[in-house]
């Protein structure tokens, strides 16, 4: 069962909403839900990405790697010898 509840949009993303649920000839709660789902399934790629690292990293580069990150999250850029 869905539950209710609200949210705060601005104009540009409800006349968005509004236009997309139009053309696909869909609801508005069927526009959300999708494009939450595609967001997530997107985000989980990147994560996934780095897990391609896991165990060819020593505990030092990765908690190095980590720190890095986490300094600077606006710059990634760091080097890394295998």
């Known amino acids: 069962m ?18 997309l649920s139009f053309e696909l000839h869909t609801t508005k709660t069927d526009v ?25 990293l020593g505990s030092n580069e990765a908690n190095s790697m980590l720190e890095t990150i986490g300094m600077d999250k606006s710059s990634k850029e760091f080097t890394v010898d295998l």
Do not use: D, H, Y
């Open 32 to 56: 959300i839900e999708k494009a939450i789902q595609l967001f997530s399934k997107q985000n989980s790629k990147q994560n996934n990405n780095l897990l391609q690292f896991a165990g060819t």
């Open 2 to 19: 869905k539950k209710a509840m609200n949210v705060r949009l601005n104009e540009q993303i409800i006349l968005t909403l509004e236009k």
